[in-house]
């Protein structure tokens, strides 16, 4: 039998690891690193450090791939998304295949909760054999963003909505709400709303040693979000980043 464990390692400070995450990781005979280019070298780095800070049995294998690229020129982004993670899923079984003889306990480390805008778990359902599933819940971006900010993500009795970029670009604020969460922007998708009663909170690098915040008035700190990413990007190749707006009430 084959056991996959996904396990939250939290947003880039490794001492966001919980017990059972490190409980986890040594309980692993193979943990899979995914490497997502050059660009994003630094996500494989932190998961190599984890490795070496917290491995203490002696056993556990090491196994890096390299990680299909999603297509985002497909018209269709629902049929570009599945074909990505049918990649991905073949990607980690020939890589389990080469290291594992159909049974054992099997390890990816997941940037922030495997269930929170992550696709490991729709991913992992895509094997066959159909594995054993664990999950390590993890500290996502959104708290670790609050926590940044010392912000309380709702009001009193009210609630809040987790949403993408590229629905509040398509779709505007949602109706009814005073509080929206933005992950997964590729861009700045808070340009196309009115900023007028809006305030957001921004980070960028949550918990690494790069870590960038800013907050205030959405008219006023837009701008400057905007020239941090740009100015971030090329900086290290890439961007992970997300955002909290709130509506005066």
């Not at 490190?22 to 280019?37: M, S």
């Not at 599945?82 to 594992?100: F, K, N, R």
Request: proline letters at 5%.
């Amino acid at each position: 039998m084959l056991t996959l464990s996904l396990i939250g390692i939290g947003c880039g400070d490794p001492a966001q690891l919980t017990r059972a995450a490190v409980d986890a990781i040594n309980a692993a005979d193979l943990i899979l690193i995914p490497r997502k280019g050059t660009a994003k070298s630094d996500l494989a780095d932190l998961r190599r450090t984890i490795c070496a800070d917290v491995l203490a049995n002696g056993k556990t294998a090491i196994a890096e791939f390299d990680l299909p690229v999603r297509d985002v020129g497909e018209a269709d982004y629902r049929k570009g998304v599945d074909d990505w993670h049918d990649a991905v899923a073949a990607a980690w079984s020939e890589t389990i295949a080469g290291h594992l003889e159909g049974e054992g306990k099997v390890a990816l480390l997941i940037w922030g909760d495997p269930s929170l805008y992550d696709s490991s778990l729709r991913i992992a359902r895509r094997l066959n054999p159909l594995p054993t599933l664990e999950v390590v819940p993890g500290i996502t971006s959104i708290q670790a963003l609050c926590a940044a900010h010392t912000l309380p993500l709702n009001d009193i009795g009210e609630p809040f909505l987790v949403t993408t970029g590229r629905r509040l670009r398509e779709q505007g604020w949602p109706q009814g709400l005073d509080t929206v969460v933005v992950m997964l922007d590729g861009g700045t998708a808070f340009q196309s709303l009115d900023p007028v009663g809006l305030h957001i909170w921004w980070g960028a690098y949550l918990g690494m040693p790069d870590q960038f915040l800013l907050s205030g008035a959405l008219a006023e700190v837009g701008p400057r979000i905007v020239m941090a990413r740009k100015e971030a990007r090329e900086r290290h190749g890439w961007i992970m980043d997300s955002y909290i707006l709130k509506r005066e009430r």
